[in-house]
């Protein structure tokens, strides 16, 4: 018995040992190898395979304003974003690191493709059974499908691509074949290979054989949404948009088919087919078992390609019902956003800024969404001349964008640029205006004026430290002084909060008897360890009536150069918004006081040549024949006088635009020589040739630098400020205006 016990043991020994060779071709074998490479390797590569996928998923954030990549991934500079995965194995979750681990390549992080790589090749290593040139071991082809893949989600195409062929090669008849096919063809249009994926997926998709079997569904699907990738990138997009149609078809994965339609639909918007593009949006909203976020964004991308009016009121009314569900918390900036915007296409303004204001202070709304919003606000405020507001909004935009570098973003700057200068221009003039005002009242009329002013500035002190001291007795303190037994009782009844509150008073007001008129500063009196804390109260003029009459300018010179500066601002203001706003009402306010405010004599030119093109463009002809009489009487020998004579001449150039560049660059030569009198003496010459040239203003500039070269200080500023007034609104009058400042300083 002893014996037989030996024998069996030595025996199963045995057949363990000679079931574990790899050449030799048995059933017993190939089972065996098949069984093990399935459970003990190749499963866990495939589960965590399918982990790092969850994560890429997870990870993966759209940006709905933008066409959606048909792949929910972005591959960037040979990385992808996945879940980090500890070298302990399976379970052990993500970004788990073991204690005391070293440094070496064993115990350092991978990632879950990287790990299931390491699965895939330890299968194949360990298992394959590659006897007489064909591979014996079932499961070897499922390991290199593994490792392709693996590969690419790591960014490492070609090793992918050559894991995929060792299959197709090798295994021609697998049923994993087709499969193996698709992803070589993503792989290629990972590495720009657009035209080989094509041509492969085509003849995939062509097989007539009667002895072939149909493909499922599922390879269907996955082969037409490689192909849909493959002529997206190659700007084929009506073929791109057959095959995204066809691969939603069958809805075999419901979350691409969806993903697919998507995309689709966003194709039909680009191209502003909004009809085919509702359409569309429409069916996917129609989809069942999809992800809630395409179902929400459908409805939104719905909205914004509406075509007429019922069905804008329609739409209206769903994006309505889905504000209500608290499931769509999350998308409520979006949403308020979207029906904003269908009231703002209805003329409906103020419920558009209302409905803007609520998606901008949606809990949780995103920057991208609020740069959106802002722009649209800022919009509708520039639309009503409100240029203040718009440029407040402009420049929360810019503040909130992450891609400053994006067309809309430089296109928002650019306004907000442009407001800046106005902006400034206008506050210029309200101030100039308020002083000049003030200054010539009587001395009583200004102590009647600022007492006024101080009065109203003493009572919202007043309430502002009132309020804070409700504030404090009321909500409780950073110090929790309030958090005490006496919690609950009315202000005045505990005791707490009423000493910290008579403290709070004591530091704002200082100990006041109770009397009329307490709040006024001369009833105030301070103990000495007050006075530190009351110094900047003590010294506070704000409320000092002689400080602000200190102030008042009261040299002539002084008036004048206020007078002079408001007048130049507004005709600053006048060219802006003729030149660059296009609001010529605007323009005709500021140029028309300008002529009532006695101007300097170089401005009286300009401000009636162009009142006189306002009016014209305007077909005010009546209003424009006084300007124009006024230039041809009394400036008969300018420029501007020729032009209204000859108005047909305006278009025409003497020098064609290209050899008046190239003349520019021969006198720009000259200046850099140090040539500047030959500089001055060209350009006089050359002015008279090209005077409705868009280049002149250089050539002018280029001239003023010259004089400053070579003659004296006020001669360069006076040619400095012929520049800027003339021309103001070119980047060389901005330049000459801002090299005068400097000069003035």
Known sequence: MKHTKKIFLFTVVFLAMYSCSTKKDTIVN?????????????????????????????????????????????????????????????????????????????????????????????????????????????????????????????????????AFNYVIANYPNASLIAETKIWRAKANIRMGNEEFAIETMNLLLAVTDSLEVAFPDKIKEQANTALAMAYVQSDSLQKAKKHLRLAARTQENNVQAARNMFVLGQMYAKENKKDSAAAVFNELITFKKVPHKYKIHANIELAKNVFNDSISSIILARLEKLIQDRENRSYLDQLYYQVGSLHEKNDSISLAIAYYNKSIQSKGAEDKQKSYTYENLGNLYFKNSEYKFASSYYDSVLSVSANNLSLRVRRVKRKHKNLASLIKFEELVTINDSIVKIATMSKGAQEAFFQKYIDNLKKKDEEVAQLRLNQIAFSGSSSNSLQSVNKGKWYFYNSQSLGFGKTEFQKIWGNRKVEDNWRWSSNATFSASDKDTLTTVIKDTRYDLSSYLDQIPKEKGQIDTLKLNRNEALYELGIIYKEQFKNKQLAIERLERVVTLNPRKNLVLPINWHLYQVHKDLGEIAKANIYKNIILTEYANTHFAQRIRNPDKEIEEDVKMNEIEVVYKEFYYLYKKGAYEEVVTSVNKLLPSISSSKLKPKFELLKAYAIGKHLSKETYKEVLEFISINYGNTEEGKKAKEILNQLNK
């Not at 997870?58 to 792949?71: H, N, T, V, Y």
């Not at 007489?132 to 989600?153: F, M, P, T, V, W």
């Open 30 to 162: 190939r089972n065996y190898h098949a069984l093990t490479t399935y459970f003990n390797i190749l499963f866990n590569g495939e589960e965590v395979f399918k982990d790092g996928i969850e994560g890429i998923n997870k990870g993966f954030k759209d940006d709905w304003f933008e066409q959606l990549p048909i792949e929910p991934i972005v591959f960037d500079d040979r990385k992808i974003a996945a879940p980090k995965f500890n070298n302990s194995g399976p379970g052990r979750g993500f970004g788990f690191k073991k204690k005391n681990s070293s440094t070496s390549d064993e115990s350092k992080e991978q990632t879950p493709f990287e790990k299931a790589e390491e699965k895939a090749v330890k299968a194949i290593q360990k298992h394959g059974m590659n006897i007489n040139g064909l591979e014996r071991n079932r499961q070897i082809d499922d390991a290199y499908l593994l490792l392709g893949k693996s590969r690419y989600y790591s960014q490492r195409f070609i090793p992918a691509i050559e």
